[in-house]
C-alpha cells in the first residue's frame, strides 16, 4: 500500500515563508503528477499547486509569483515552497499523487494527512 507523508507546516506572520514537504512510499510503480491542495473549515479543497513527471507545473491564481512547487521523482518527494504568506493563505495543506501500485496502471489518487498552515497578521 502507498502511503503519503506530510511535513512542514506552521505558524508565520504575514509576510513570512514556509516549506511543505511530501513524500510517498510504499508499493509504487509510477506517479503521474503530485501536487497540493488546501482547504478550510466550510470549504471544498481548492488545488494550489500541481507538477507532473515531466516537471510542467500550473498554479492556482492565488499561488502564482508566490508558491513554487517542485520535485525529486527518484526520492517520490513533491515540495512545495510558500513565500509572502498571507492570512488567507491559512489552511490545511494536503499533498496528493496519482499513483499506479502495480504495473496493471491502475491509477489512484492518494492524500497525505494534512499540515496546518497559519499566517497571522
Known amino acids: 500500500q502507498v502511503n503519503m507523508v506530510e511535513s512542514g507546516g506552521g505558524s508565520v506572520q504575514t509576510g513570512g515563508s514556509l516549506r511543505l514537504s511530501c513524500a510517498a512510499a510504499?508499493?509504487?510503480?509510477?506517479?503521474?503528477?503530485m501536487g497540493w491542495y488546501r482547504q478550510t473549515p466550510g470549504k471544498q479543497r481548492e488545488l494550489v499547486a500541481v507538477?507532473?513527471?515531466?516537471?510542467?507545473?500550473n498554479y492556482a491564481d492565488s499561488a502564482k509569483g508566490r508558491f513554487a512547487i517542485s520535485r525529486i521523482n527518484a526520492q517520490n518527494t513533491v515540495y512545495l515552497q510558500m513565500n509572502n504568506l498571507k492570512p488567507e493563505d491559512t489552511a490545511v495543506y494536503y499533498c496528493?499523487?496519482?499513483?499506479?501500485?502495480?504495473?496493471?496502471?491502475?491509477?489512484?489518487?492518494?492524500w497525505g494527512q494534512g499540515t496546518q498552515v497559519t499566517v497571522s497578521s
Open positions: 496528493t499523487a496519482q499513483i499506479a501500485p502495480d504495473t496493471d496502471f491502475q491509477y489512484r489518487d492518494y
Open positions: 510504499g508499493s509504487i510503480f509510477n506517479i503521474n503528477f
Open positions: 507538477i507532473t513527471d515531466g516537471g510542467s507545473t
